[in-house]
């Protein structure tokens, strides 16, 4: 039996996908894909909030889009960083480690007082 | 992208949303094929994997569009919310607005009917308004100096070829009915290819084509006017081919023009459309206004295409010598044929017609939008005090909202949406005060005897208009707070909120700023307005050298009485009897002319060796007595100065002096220049009057000659003019001698007027300046005063700490109420002193409007100053009263 797949926090898929963003200009189907692989099948995106995810994300400002051939030859959408996201990326990233750091805190403290 | 953009291609938007998730879809499925599985499995499981694609899709459109939609929505939620929380700043700044964009709109609409709307017909640009170049300086007989006379309406008619027709017309009051039923309208008399030409077309029957206006047209018929048809005629098609009692003669109606055309004059509407051939048959045969030397007709043109209008004015000019050589007048001495020969035409911009009202009311209409422009900018500046103070107020709770996160441009964002907000309340408001502002105006404009019929309906550039002022005000008080606030640093603001010991001089400089410039423009709104009441108090309270109170102005025509020429004198005599004994008449007096009532009559005079013209007023033996103008020197007019006897005149001390110096005028002879019906005479003079105002209160005194109305050169008219003095009120007075009349003569067409009303219409442009401009000078000075009391009471506030630790320190109340008001006496001083520079500086616009007053009066500018600083100190005062009773325990306290 796989692994238990995990949902993702609220606000972490857009991480996710920034991060994923910055290897290049790539299409959803790969995002997905990337993101999975990535996280060695631990997390699994799923299309339903993947696409307005992107949709987001554009309409934000932190991703560029443009249609060019994929390579399966067929037209595809593809995304890449704007600056705009790169900094958010980047503050993204520090307020995730601070949050993680803290709730690890927490975590270990309350692990410390019961044991 | 925008989201504008966005809205509009919603179509192409789907398409790439559709093919960006089949896609996906396409790769999934072949995936799993590579995988091994069947088509149909893996379309299957990807199917599952992806779930509802129309959820997802709806998700994607979701995201794309929620963004600025939702969040105007919470900024349009927050503003009302804070609206809610402080009703009487809401209020106040509502208010102020919907006052501004009010007063603005209300005189722009009315600019707009009289000065920059296009006339109702089709292509308003290709008119051109022909008329003398210059003007006509009084040569014959005329109402208005652009008008022409029938000859040379004639003339350019035959032999112009810049325009593809021409146009003349006048408008006349006419008698319509019979009897009991005869009432007055006003015709508008035209040429025959008055309506062809101007473009203009029937809505019911026909309008009158070149062969209704030909030489003697025995049977003339009449058109009427959409209103005339609808009130008189119910809008019945059955009118059409009726008949209309005219000066009673029955006038076929031929159609009816269409609604939308009210006539070319703006502000005059005509009743009803007459050919002017038809003048020959309702005046009886008279040929009067063929004569050369009577001007009375407005003449325009529709250019050829192709021609401008400085084409067809040098055209015109150069035709003009022969038309005026082909029709000059005779009678005239060889000095004022001269005068006629000069004559030029020309050709102005005719797309906006012709009006009086243009002429009377322009300028005052334009300085008052100058003025309304002040009271919005100082209204203005008032809000943005207000937002700014505000602003203050709410400082920490903005510092927490930038902490929480909020953008900075969502909160200049939140500014401008509350601004907003508040220029569309104030904006609405206000158009509806305009509406009511601009119609009350309008009924202040009109007379009794010239009523004024202006189209006010709201237009596009009216719209524009108010949409341009509000935005600019939305502009100047949404922005100014928000810029500052986006420079507030969150933290330092959190700590100091409300703690601050003295106020920071920089924060607070725009807010003395706006103050300053606030008084100094209700200064000059001030200056203004007192100027204008003073000018007007001027004109009302002017000795005229003529009672005004209790005369009744009597307009009796004979002509239906059919009198012959000898009859005439005694009818009258026995009707001046009638009305001398009705009771409550005290006396009465005929004249060839009513004084100030807008008509001048002159003749050249020569006495000695001086030669000029002067005024000149046919008038019976108690004229002087019954309009209380001292004879000063000789004797009135008597029974004796008849027809036959000897001409003899009375003069005003300024044509005494004119003519001959300094030497007694009693005894003295002087000749007059010979006119058509005015031959050339000698008259004696008999007496010396004061002088006297004639042909309006705002002229200057003329040389003025009174003759005997026995001696009136053209002879006897059947029709009469009188004043009628009485101690009993006026308004019973007309109705009573009517009665009297009609017993015995009912024939008799009659009209009374109330002398001092016609005077005080004539003043009407004057006496609208007054009340306008001061009402909004103090408008301005009330608003300026609130601003100041606002900036005074946030100064206190502000320095609420700092004046507790003065108090605890022993400063006495005198002190602190000595600090808070040497900040108000700064300001108004600099205020007052800037709005005295820029007082100076305008006082030229208004000097053509005003009356025996400088503009630079410097009575009125030190009443203006004195009033406003002693307002606006007063204002100042109450703040400063209450910071000097401060608790400094409590203030010291005060978070």
Request: glycine share 8%.
């Amino acid at each position: 039996m796989p692994p238990p797949k995990n949902e993702l926090p609220q606000g972490t898929l857009d991480l996710l996908i920034l991060q994923v963003a910055t290897l290049g200009p790539i299409h959803g189907y790969a995002i997905a894909q990337r993101i999975q692989q990535i996280s060695r099948d631990a997390v699994q995106v799923l299309q339903g909030s993947l696409y307005p995810a992107l949709h987001r994300l554009e309409n934000k400002g932190f991703l560029a889009s443009e249609w060019k051939d994929s390579e399966t030859g067929r037209e595809a959408k593809f995304y890449r960083l704007t600056a705009k996201g790169r900094r958010q990326l980047k503050s993204e990233t520090e307020n995730w480690h601070r949050l993680s750091e803290a709730v690890g805190l927490i975590l270990g403290l309350v692990k410390g007082e019961s044991s | 992208m925008t989201w504008w953009q966005r809205l509009f291609k919603k179509k192409e938007q789907e398409k790439r949303l559709d093919a960006e998730l089949r896609f996906h879809v396409e790769y999934q499925v072949s995936e799993k094929i590579r995988g091994g599985m069947s088509e149909e499995e893996a379309r299957r499981t990807t199917r599952l994997e992806f779930g509802g694609m129309q959820s997802v899709k709806e998700d994607c459109r979701s995201a794309r569009s929620a963004a600025w939609l939702e969040s105007t929505l919470q900024d349009i939620r927050y503003a009302l919310r804070s609206f809610r929380k402080s009703p009487a700043f809401t209020i106040a700044v509502i208010g102020t607005l919907a006052l501004g964009i009010g007063a603005n709109t209300a005189i722009f609409q009315l600019l707009d009917a009289v000065r920059l709307r296009s006339l109702p017909v089709p292509n308003p640009r290709e008119l051109a308004n022909i008329r003398i170049r210059g003007g006509n300086p009084g040569f014959g007989i005329s109402h208005d100096q652009y008008q022409l006379t029938y000859p040379i309406w004639e003339q350019t008619r035959d032999h112009q070829t810049a325009f593809s027709g021409v146009l003349a017309w006048d408008l006349q009051g006419v008698r319509v009915g019979q009897r009991a039923q005869a009432r007055r309208m006003q015709a508008l008399f035209v040429n025959g290819d008055f309506f062809r030409t101007l473009e203009v077309f029937p809505s019911q029957g026909r309008l009158f084509a070149a062969q209704d206006d030909q030489a003697g047209c025995a049977t003339p018929g009449v058109v009427l006017s959409h209103g005339i048809w609808q009130s008189e005629f119910g809008g019945q098609a059955s009118a059409i081919g009726s008949r209309l009692m005219v000066f009673d003669h029955p006038l076929e109606i031929l159609g009816v023009t269409p609604a939308r055309f009210s006539g070319l004059e703006v502000g005059r509407d005509f009743d009803i459309a007459i050919p002017i051939c038809a003048l020959e048959v309702l005046r009886s045969g008279d040929q009067g206004f063929k004569r050369r030397d009577y001007s009375w007709l407005t003449v325009m043109g529709r250019l050829k295409s192709g021609w401008t209008v400085a084409q067809a004015s040098d055209h015109l000019q150069a035709i003009s010598p022969a038309m005026f050589e082909a029709t000059v007048p005779t009678g005239y001495s060889a000095k004022s044929l001269e005068r006629f020969k000069k004559f030029r035409l020309e050709a102005v911009s005719g797309a906006t017609g012709v009006s009086w009202l243009r002429t009377k009311y322009d300028r005052s209409l334009w300085l008052l939008l100058g003025i309304t422009g002040l009271v919005l900018l100082i209204a203005c500046a008032n809000l943005a005090n207000l937002m700014l103070a505000r602003a203050s107020a709410r400082q920490r709770e903005f510092a927490v909202r930038l902490a929480l996160g909020a953008s900075r441009a969502r909160l200049i964002r939140h500014g401008l949406c509350e601004s907003l907000l508040f220029t569309v309340a104030g904006a609405g408001l206000g158009l509806a005060l305009a509406g009511t502002l601009s119609t009350t105006i309008v009924s202040f404009l009109g007379s009794e005897a010239s009523p004024l019929h202006l189209d006010l309906g709201i237009d596009w550039r009216m719209l524009a208009f108010t949409a341009g002022v509000s935005l600019i005000a939305c502009l100047v008080f949404g922005l100014v707070p928000a810029f500052q606030l986006s420079q507030m640093d969150p933290g330092s603001t959190i700590k100091s909120a409300g703690r601050g010991l003295t106020a920071s001089r920089e924060r607070f400089s725009i807010q003395r700023l706006l103050v300053v410039m606030q008084i100094s423009v209700s200064l000059v709104l001030l200056v203004g307005a007192l100027l204008f009441v003073r000018s007007f108090r001027n004109l009302t309270t002017l000795d005229t050298g003529f009672r005004q109170k209790g005369i009744l102005l009597g307009y009796l025509d004979f002509t239906q009485l059919k009198l012959s020429p000898a009859a005439l004198k005694p009818f009258e005599q026995e009707v001046l009897n009638e009305i001398r004994n009705t009771p409550h008449v005290d006396s009465v007096a005929t004249t060839s002319n009513i004084i100030v009532g807008g008509g001048m009559w002159s003749l050249g005079v020569r006495a000695g060796a001086v030669a000029d013209a002067a005024r000149f007023t046919w008038v019976s033996p108690d004229h002087f007595k019954t309009l209380e103008t001292p004879i000063l020197n000789g004797r009135d007019f008597n029974a004796n100065d008849t027809e036959g006897a000897p001409k003899v005149a009375i003069v005003n001390q300024t044509f005494a002096h004119r003519f001959f110096g300094d030497s007694d005028p009693l005894g003295k002879t002087f000749r007059t220049a010979p006119e058509p019906h005015y031959p050339e005479a000698e008259y004696q003079v008999i007496g010396v009057i004061k002088d006297t105002k004639y042909f309006s209160i705002r002229s200057v005194i003329d040389p003025m000659v009174y003759g005997a109305a026995d001696q009136y050169p053209p002879g006897r008219n059947p029709w009469a003019m009188m004043y009628i003095r009485s101690s009993a009120p006026l308004g019973s007075l007309g109705p009573a001698i009517k009665q009297r009349l009609n017993a015995s003569h009912p024939a008799i067409a009659m009209e009374f007027h109330d002398f001092r009303r016609q005077i005080e219409d004539g003043l009407i442009a004057e006496r609208l300046m007054a009340a306008l401009s001061g009402f909004f000078g103090a408008l301005a000075a009330l608003l300026a005063t609130i601003g100041l009391y606002g900036v005074i009471a946030y100064l206190v506030v502000r320095r609420r700490n700092e004046i507790g630790i003065r108090m605890a320190l022993g400063a006495s109340r005198r002190q602190v109420i000595r600090l808070v008001m040497s900040e108000a006496v700064l300001l108004i001083a600099a205020g007052v002193g800037i709005g005295v520079i820029g007082s100076l500086a305008l006082a030229r616009t208004a000097s053509a409007l005003l009356f025996d007053l400088k503009a630079h009066d410097p009575l009125t500018l030190a009443a203006a100053a004195v009033l406003l600083a002693t307002v606006a100190a007063l204002g100042s005062y109450l703040p400063a009263h209450r910071a000097s009773r401060l608790d400094p325990m409590a203030a010291l306290h005060y978070e």
